[in-house]
């Protein structure tokens, strides 16, 4: 039986990132463990999901003492389980993962890069992002690169050798549950009170967004975007599902702004277990993000037959057919609105790329599909 070990920086990810993969890779025989910062939640879903875990605090940004007893308490669990595969996910949680069980001296070293933060970061910070990504990949024995433009931009800015990177079918670290996002199972009636109790059932259109409200994700441009709409048309609302953060917050005015506008609905952070009914209540999806990985959240989207507007950046680009199953859009909220707008004035254009979309994403970014790539990854 293998011992596979996940560290990640934050609780938050685990759901999205392994979720039901847990559970797969349990019934395979094999035994997981998770090692993530404390939080409250995590006790509930290591029941659940039937993995042992241990509470290290690794911090997002650098912090030598912490990080150094991050790795020596990684590297004591890494023995403590007799663990053989390491997978790291998020830049520090990787990081840390990949020094501890290079230490331990871990058969197999598999770091998740799921997107560049450096992307959107300039001088001295950007040369040291680079540099912990490269010393991340030196370590690893494989590193799985989240999606094709994602491959392509850790070979053009040098990170690693082609020979160690490679890509799960088409893309993702864990595939989307086409079962779960398929609005034609959900309950009618609880999706009809969950629009009431938001307000929604008093709006003709309802744009979409999911994920962290903060600047990367172009929250301020979808923003004046909806003010652009408002102004055409007044029976449209903005529904945005996710938490304010701190790090790359938005302005102060842009806060006021959804906050005080009652036909933008922020839902904060919603369970994974209940988004689908959040998709479910939109009519078109909007990322206008500056940077991703792989976005989930427009996966998810498509699946639910959403069709999408999100901008030609790394990772988005991979996730859309231009024209089949979305629109791609500037970093530029009167581009945006056009966009959109195509989507409200047209049912027929909206049904048909959002049927593309479910079918695009079925047949390439199943969840099953990914898991038995992974597998290939261990049994090597």
Same mark, same amino acid.
């Given at each position: ?126 040369? &040291? $992002?680079?540099? =912990? ?5 030196? *370590?690893?024995?494989? %590193? #799985? ?93 903005? &529904? $945005?599902?996710? =938490? ?5 917050? *938005?302005?102060?005015? %842009? #806060? ?125």
């Amino acid at each position: 039986m293998c011992n596979v070990l996940h560290v990640v920086n934050i609780y938050f990810v685990i759901p999205y990132f392994l979720g039901d993969q847990l559970l797969f890779f349990q019934r395979k025989g094999y035994k997981e463990y998770i090692v993530c910062s404390p939080s409250d939640e995590i006790k509930q879903y290591a029941t659940s999901h039937l993995f042992d875990y241990k509470e290290v605090a690794i911090e997002r940004k650098i912090s030598v003492w912490k990080d150094i007893v991050a790795i020596l308490s990684t590297c004591k669990y890494i023995y403590k389980e007799n663990i053989t595969i390491v997978t790291g996910h998020t830049p520090k949680g990787a990081l840390i993962a990949m020094i501890a069980a290079f230490i331990m001296r871990t058969p197999i070293r598999i770091y998740f890069r799921h997107g560049l933060v450096y992307e959107t970061s300039l001088g001295f910070k950007r040369t &040291l $992002l680079i540099w =912990m990504d490269r010393l991340t990949s030196k *370590l690893a024995t494989k %590193i #799985v690169c989240v999606s094709p433009s994602i491959c392509k931009k850790s070979l053009e800015d040098h990170l690693n050798s082609s020979t160690k990177q490679l890509l799960l079918s088409k893309g993702t670290c864990n595939g989307i549950d086409v079962l779960k996002f398929d609005k034609t199972t959900l309950n009618e009636e609880q999706l009809g009170a969950l629009k009431h109790e938001l307000g929604l059932d008093k709006f003709g259109f309802i744009i979409g967004f999911t994920g962290r409200l903060v600047k990367d994700k172009g929250i301020i441009e979808l923003v004046q975007a909806f003010k652009i709409l408002s102004e055409r048309n007044d029976n449209i609302a903005l &529904l $945005l599902v996710g =938490m304010l953060e701190e790090r790359d917050a *938005l302005p102060a005015e %842009i #806060v006021e702004y959804i906050t005080n506008d009652s036909a933008i609905i922020s839902a904060g952070y919603i369970e994974n277990s209940k988004i689908e009914y959040y998709y479910a209540l939109m009519d078109v999806f909007a990322l206008p993000s500056y940077r991703e990985g792989f976005p989930t959240s427009i996966l998810e989207a498509s699946s639910m037959q959403l069709p999408i507007v999100t901008t030609r950046v790394t990772g988005c680009i991979d996730a859309v057919i231009e024209n089949e199953t979305g629109i791609f859009v500037k970093n530029d909220s009167l581009d945006i609105a056009d966009a959109i707008e195509k989507y409200a004035i047209s049912e027929t254009l909206r049904e048909k790329h959002g049927m593309n979309g479910r079918k695009y994403v079925v047949d390439n970014f199943d969840q099953h599909l990914i898991w038995s790539e992974i597998e290939k990854l261990y049994l090597k």
